[in-house]
């Protein structure tokens, strides 16, 4: 019995000492907005995964708020991307890409996308959402 209470209070010391870069931490995301990318950065764009295709190339941007007082790294940015006649820009994948480092509080990001050069415009973008994590993760 006491070896049972002590394997038990071993395993509730050790849960709870596991470092907090194992905490998924929700990002909130707003005042989205999106632009044209540079001549430099257009250049040549393709659409990813499948057969490539020409394609117009935007910097998706907007205010990310970290509600920790510690920075998340490696934060993953999930959402859909519709063009005007509401079909989706990247079909079966909602991960769209990434910001290096959230700060606390309130901070501005960006990341590119390609956009087939045949969907119209404007782009709908819809239910975006961040997640990453308060310490350092190995990719």
């Known amino acids: 019995m006491k070896a049972w ?5 071993s395993a509730v010391i050790w849960v709870m000492s596991i470092s907090n870069a194992w905490a998924l931490t929700q990002i909130k995301l707003s ?11 257009s250049k040549g764009a393709v659409t990813a995964g499948g057969i490539p295709q020409s394609a117009r190339c935007f910097i998706v941007y907007g205010k990310a708020t970290n509600p ?4 998340i790294v490696n934060a993953d940015i999930f959402g859909r991307i519709y063009d005007a006649n509401e ?3 990247i079909e079966n994948r909602t991960r769209l890409g990434a910001i290096e480092e959230v700060p606390p509080g309130v901070s501005e990001f960006e990341f590119q996308v390609n956009v087939p050069e045949n ?8 239910q975006f959402k961040a997640a990453g994590f308060t310490g350092t993760v190995r990719r």
């Open 119 to 126: 969907q119209p415009l404007p782009l709908k973008l819809l």
């Open 87 to 89: 079909d989706p820009i």
């Open 31 to 41: 005042d989205l907005g999106y632009r044209e990318c540079s001549a430099e950065l």
């Open 5 to 9: 209470i002590a394997i038990v209070v």
């Open 68 to 71: 920790t007082n510690k920075t």
